[in-house]
């Protein structure tokens, strides 16, 4: 829509006192009506303001008509009247009688806001509560926004003021509340941030709730914030995007066509479990099991950074995933299908798509972990159907054909590998007998294996990674619920220490290695919040005490930014993705917790 025609002014009280009109039948005042059809989207901008209701005229009014269900389409009647001259929003009305209507997305999630020049009618504490209780309602939407409150001089987002009727970017006079603006991109007052949300100080009563002749500045900014978020009006009376308003009345709840629109407009995938990885280019990326068994993937756009790319699917049924990079720089995804068949699936260029069909490397398996051997070739370990460790692995750097099925023997009920310094990999097992086991290549890259040996504890769930001096180190949730670790004496090589208790009460943990070479492990509490504990020096303790970062519920993945910063994920209470990073390199504080994508 032009901006001119934003700009022309409406005098609504005008309207209302109009005599009912027909086809044919003029009054100098009707042109209020043609402006009105003008501003709000029914009548094309080269039509004359004439004050008659000619054919033109009562096409667009029968349009405006229909998409509202009133009057008798055509004819300027009091039931068209009495909508028409009802105080609103000055945003245009999409043209398709449709319910909810949504223009365009914002490219990320997570929102800044800040006030400018606030009403005269009320204190300042007032109205901005007022308006922060309305972001917190939208962001409650499910959807994953964030607003942050800034400072004017901190380059936010979106500005709130109260201004004169008489408004320069967008006329407010004759009976409109307010307006805002659509997401960048689809703007049709700004070309730039902030976006603006402005109420009418002048010609309108502000209150905190309802009252004769003054209207509730929550349910008002409710509105203008839908429409900052991408979403047009509705036809659907009663629903927070509804174009009207009338005074000493309050909504302060998304209706169901509000949280329709804003669902469609920002899609969520839920999702039952995730890994994390790090493309060849530094960008991370995520895969995760949605509800339908098919594997979808979600990506930053840039190295270390948001905003995060949409969710998108990869097709397949599969019940575990496990993600490796190949020594060219393709990520891989390595899955159990639900025939309980090992299958594959990879990028077909480095750090980047079209991804491969699925491919079946058989088996039957019911957990799996893959890694990389030193000389580059990708091994996948497997719980076999006999509770026995079996290994598959490429024939040749980042390319099949893969080997046979290999049987490591055992009898195992959990997995991690790891590569050891001096680049053998080695596999760390709970034993049916709950202690950990471990097994390893003689050589590196290369079999025969060792047989396998006891480390002893009893032990639910274990996570592994590789101190910077070198040495192996293994954590455990033991049978008390509390952390335990046990590590390598020595490069690549035991005896290895005692088991050690690191306290807490977690149900499940992941371990990671901060870039300043500090080991750090994270666990879900008891509380189904995300904890984390740390050396307090290189390859060494003593270790932190416990700290917790909140949020999250269930399944954690922790992967190391390109810069340097480590970022956790997890699944939320929700079954969607959220993630949590560390503000710089190898240190706190975190960040909020956010929803993906934002």
Known sequence: MPKADLERIVNLRMVKELPELKLGEQHPDFMQVQIYLKRFGYFHEDALETGELDEGTSRALARFQQRYSIGKPGVFDEATRDFMSQDRCGQPDTQDPLAFATVCPWGRRNLTFAFGPLSGQVSNQVAQNAVRRAFATWSAAGVGFTFAEVGVNQNPDIQIEWRRAADPDHSMVGGILAHADFPPGCSIIVNNLPLPVHFDDQEHTWMDGAAVNAFDIETVALH??????????????????????????????????????????????????????????????????????ALWNIWQTAPSSGPWSNWNSLGGGVKQISAALNQDGRLEVFAIGIDDALWNI?????????????????????????????????????????NGLWNIWQTRPSTGPWSNWNSLGGGVKQIVPALNQDGRLEVFAIGMDNALWNIWQTVPSSGPWSNWNS????????????????????????????????????PSSGPWSGWSSLAGGVKQITAACNSDGRLEVFGIGTDDALWNIWQTAPSSGPWS?????????????????????????????????????????????????GELPH
């Open 224 to 293: 203008e914030i839908g429409h900052i978020l991408g979403l047009g009006h509705t036809n659907v009376s009663g629903s927070v995007m509804f174009p009207t308003i009338s005074d000493n009345f309050t909504l302060r709840n998304l209706q169901p066509d509000d949280l329709t629109g804003i669902q469609v407009l920002y899609p969520t995938t839920q999702i039952r479990s995730q890994t994390a990885a790090r493309n060849a280019d530094g960008r991370l990326e995520v895969f995760g099991i949605g509800m339908n068994n």
């Open 346 to 386: 990879w990028q077909t260029a480095p750090s980047v798509g079209p991804w491969s069909e699925w491919n079946r490397l058989g088996g039957g398996v019911k957990q799996i972990a893959a890694s990389c051997n030193s000389d580059g070739r990708l091994e996948v370990f497997a719980i076999g159907m006999d």
């Open 455 to 490: 480390l002893g504890g009893g032990v639910k769930q274990i996570a592994s990674t590789l101190n910077r001096d070198g040495r192996l180190e293994l954590f455990a949730i033991g049978m008390d619920d509390a952390l335990w670790n046990i590590w390598q004496t020595a």
């Open 545 to 593: 005490g416990w700290n917790r970062l909140g949020g999250v519920g269930k399944n954690i993945s922790v992967v190391l930014n390109q810069d340097g910063r480590l970022e956790a994920f997890g699944i939320g209470m929700n079954d969607t993705l959220w993630n949590i990073w560390q503000t710089a390199p190898a240190s706190g504080p975190w960040s909020g917790w």
